[in-house]
Structures are given as C-alpha cells and as structure tokens.
C-alpha cells in the first residue's frame, strides 16, 4: 500500500489536471485513505462515466497509474490530462501518492482507462438513438471552447446520461461572436438532438419549431438561394440560407476557395457581416455541415 504522512498536492480544474489550475495542498494520514465513501471493490462495479477519487501509484512519461476504490487500478494517459496545456511527461504535472479526481473513460478487456477531461468520457449512446429530433432534454454545460460547447444530458427514461457537442451554429440564431457570451460552465441548457453517429452526439439549442426550418440536402446544385453572412473566419463565411419559397432558413458555410473565381486574400475583404448574397449548394451532409458556394 501507498502511505505517508506528508502533504500532497491536488491538481483540479474544468480543463482537467493542469500546472495552470491552483494548487492546493491537502494533509492526509495514508493515501489508501478513502476518500469518496463507498470503495468500489470489483471491475464490475466500475462504470462508465464514474467520477472517482484515487491516488497516483506509479508515474511513466506517458501517463500515470491510478489506485482507486479498493485496490483497483485505472491508467490515465498524457493526453488525457488536460485539455489546455499539451504534457510532453506526465511528470511535470503528476508525482506518486498525488490526489486526483479523475472519470471513468472506458472499459475494455479487465483494464480500465482513466480521463482528467470530463467531455473525452465514451459514454454508452444507445439510449438516444431512439429519441425525436423535436424532443427538449435537460442539459448542463461543461466546457466552451470556441467552436461550440459540451453538454452533459440525461435521457429521460433510462437516466442515462452522455455528452454531446452543440456546434457554435446551433446556440443561436444569428451572429455569436464568442461562445462565452452566451453560455458558462454549469448553466443548465435544454437540448435536441440532431444525431447519434459514429460514436459521437450532436445536440442543438435552436428554440425554434422544425416546422421553420428546411433542409438544403434536397436543394440541386445548380440552384441559387438567397443567404446572408452571420459571421467571417479567416477560412470562409458561415451563411443563413433563406428557402426558395418562403422564410424558412438553414445554415450553411462558405469556404474562401468557392467565394469568387481566383485568389482571395482575406475573406473580409470580399464579404461581410450581414450582407446578403447568392449562394449555391456544393455539399448536403447534416452532421459535417452543408457546404456552399458563391461561384457559378
């Protein structure tokens, strides 16, 4: 068993295990103390998503070993660390008998894999692919990076629970410059779901009805529609397409090769935030998005 008398430091923070987060150090009589109630005693017991309390057991370059529970090991790899800060050696940020809480990644073959990063949990998406598009599920926010924001839900009648990406389009209509002016950590949100594929979950927080909405996948790619620039990156232009006939609009991007015949420079030289232009469909996919163009 582990055991000193000594402090210990604790790395915790929303991005995960980080020499950016506050340090705090913790007295402990052992670190074979328990330290989150009931000890988890068997494999089994261990579940997906379980957020655990555990001690460093041994630390290599590239990642650490975890005792947990009573007696269990998880690994906890560099790249699972921290989602910030790239860890060349987990042993600039993790030292034998450190306290850290941790979620359970995944179970795979008697070994269990160990994530300081809540939103890299492979959760078990079966439970949502039964559920409508148009049906609201409660949701809480736990990391906005700048394209978007991960969400916690829970599907209703099971309780399962899983995280999902509601890309920086589907937060809300219009132009958002930055993901933080609208949502923060913890807020809890409602959500649909736009899709369950190739083991990821994609959500979105448009609060208006389906009905107002259309689909540019049934669109030929000889038709022009109407769209206006909601915002510009140095790649290309994210559009709001208007339908053929009527108000309905769908979202789409315009990548900077397809803005004009010949070399453009910088996108905002040749667009801008809410200017309204011709556009045609190039690609129709719902989860990778819909691909647009300006050129005939």
Avoid at 215 to 239: F, Y
């Amino acid at each position: 068993a582990l055991r000193s008398t000594a402090p210990f430091i604790a790395f915790v923070c929303s991005t995960g295990l980080s020499s950016r987060c506050s340090r705090t150090a913790l007295a402990a009589s052992s670190y074979d103390e328990v330290q989150d109630g009931d000890k988890i005693t068997s494999y089994d017991e261990v579940q997906v998503g379980d957020k655990i309390t555990g001690n460093v057991r041994r630390v290599v370059d590239f990642g650490a070993f975890v005792l947990f529970g009573d007696g269990l090991t998880g690994l906890l790899r560099d790249y699972d660390i921290s989602s910030s800060d790239r860890v060349n050696d987990a042993r600039d940020l993790l030292e034998v008998g450190q306290e850290v809480q941790v979620w359970v990644k995944e179970k795979k073959n008697g070994k269990i894999s160990l994530t300081a990063v809540e939103n890299r949990v492979k959760f078990d998406l079966s439970p949502f692919e039964g559920i409508a598009s148009d049906q609201w599920l409660k949701g809480t926010v736990l990391a906005t990076p700048a394209f978007g924001a991960f969400v916690k839900v829970t599907e209703p009648n099971s309780g399962a629970t899983a995280i999902g990406l509601v890309n920086k389009m589907n937060i809300t209509r219009g132009f958002l410059k930055s993901v933080e002016d609208e949502l923060e950590i913890a807020q809890e949100v409602n959500v649909k779901i736009l899709s369950v594929d190739a083991g990821k979950l994609y959500l979105s927080m448009l609060k208006e009805a389906a009905a107002q909405n259309f689909s540019l996948e049934s669109i030929p790619s000889d038709q022009w529609l109407t769209g206006r620039v909601l915002s510009t990156t140095s790649q290309g232009a994210h559009m709001e397409v208007r339908a053929p006939n009527g108000d309905a609009t769908a979202k789409g991007f315009v990548h900077i090769t397809h803005i004009k015949d010949g070399y453009v420079a910088k996108v905002k030289d040749e667009v801008h935030v809410g200017q309204e232009v011709q556009v045609r469909v190039l690609r129709a996919d719902k989860r990778k998005g819909f691909l647009l163009s300006m050129k005939p």
